[in-house]
């Protein structure tokens, strides 16, 4: 059985930092693609970064330059370094792994203050 489980999540002021961490259990992690989503409240659910077998990456519109993916294959772990934060960053931000389907982890909340 394939799990997602995401970590690092928290409450932070505005122009701090935060890294996620998304540690994937029971499935091939080194050939799958993976990805950071968000959703704030009242709004759809939004790419933020994804991360694809062989490192190539592409971010959200408005997270690049501020926000970086990276994966580690040996520890089947993907992780979001989030620098510069605002308050418009405040969401519940999912990991997703594409592998022949789509999985996804339960989601874990960042908090940016003002």
């Known amino acids: 059985q394939v799990q997602l489980v995401e970590s690092g999540g928290g409450l932070v002021q505005s122009g701090g930092s935060l890294r996620l961490s998304c540690v994937v259990f029971?499935?091939?992690?080194?050939?799958?693609?993976m990805g950071w989503y968000r959703q704030a409240p009242g709004k759809q659910r939004e790419l933020v970064a994804r991360i694809s077998s062989v490192g190539i990456t592409n971010y959200g519109d408005s997270v690049k330059g501020r926000f970086t993916i990276s994966r580690d294959n040996p520890k089947n772990t993907v992780y979001l370094q989030m620098d510069s934060l605002k308050p418009e960053d405040t969401a519940l931000y999912y990991c997703?792994?594409?592998?022949?389907?789509?999985?996804w982890g339960q989601g874990t909340q960042v908090t940016v203050s003002s």
């Open positions: 029971g499935s091939i992690f080194r050939t799958a693609l």
């Open positions: 997703n792994m594409v592998a022949f389907q789509n999985y």
